[in-house]
């Protein structure tokens, strides 16, 4: 099973490699849609949404999934204010860094000092998350 994630994995860096969604000047000019829009970005996404449309008509047909017991599937389905707090957050952060969680990881191989950067940083606002969620009883 762990090879399974490493490979999942390891084949998920490359395709943000090749798509361009490691490099935040890309992402930045794709976000900057009143000023140089790089619109190449929208394809990589219509893709995965495509991608994603298609193989879960065929997933959902299944019993379980291949490696493992059950499926878990999301059973929130409301918008609440900690979904769009998160998401604004996620956003402003995005927005700001043209880095997302999953290409700043893999930027982490590349040994660059604001790869470092976003990756403690991130670290550290998960714990501060945490605290301020077991804090508030949110």
Same mark, same amino acid.
């Given at each position: 099973?762990?090879?399974?994630?490493?490979?999942?994995?390891?084949?998920?860096?490359?395709?943000?490699?090749?798509?361009?969604?490691?490099?935040?000047?890309?992402?930045?000019?794709?976000?900057?849609?009143?000023?140089?829009?790089?619109?190449?970005?929208?394809?990589?996404?219509?893709?995965?949404?495509?991608?994603?449309? *298609?193989? #879960?008509? =065929? &997933?959902?047909?299944?019993?379980?999934?291949?490696?493992? %017991?059950? @499926?878990?599937?999301?059973?929130?389905?409301?918008?609440?204010?900690?979904?769009?707090?998160?998401?604004?957050?996620?956003?402003?952060?995005?927005?700001?860094?043209?880095?997302?969680?999953?290409?700043?990881?893999?930027?982490?191989?590349?040994?660059?000092?604001?790869?470092?950067?976003? *990756?403690? #940083?991130? =670290? &550290?606002?998960?714990?501060?998350?945490?605290?301020?969620? %077991?804090? @508030?009883?949110?």
């Amino acid at each position: 099973m762990n090879l399974t994630f490493l490979v999942s994995g390891i084949l998920f860096g490359i395709g943000l490699v090749m798509s361009g969604m490691t490099n935040p000047q890309k992402v930045i000019g794709f976000l900057d849609v009143f000023g140089s829009w790089d619109y190449a970005l929208v394809f990589v996404m219509g893709g995965a949404v495509f991608f994603n449309l *298609v193989s #879960f008509k =065929f &997933i959902k047909k299944l019993n379980r999934p291949k490696l493992g %017991s059950s @499926f878990s599937w999301p059973t929130k389905k409301d918008i609440d204010k900690n979904l769009i707090i998160g998401s604004a957050l996620f956003g402003i952060g995005w927005g700001i860094s043209g880095i997302c969680p999953g290409p700043g990881i893999v930027n982490l191989v590349t040994l660059d000092l604001k790869a470092l950067v976003f *990756v403690v #940083f991130l =670290f &550290i606002g998960i714990y501060i998350f945490k605290m301020v969620k %077991s804090a @508030f009883n949110l």
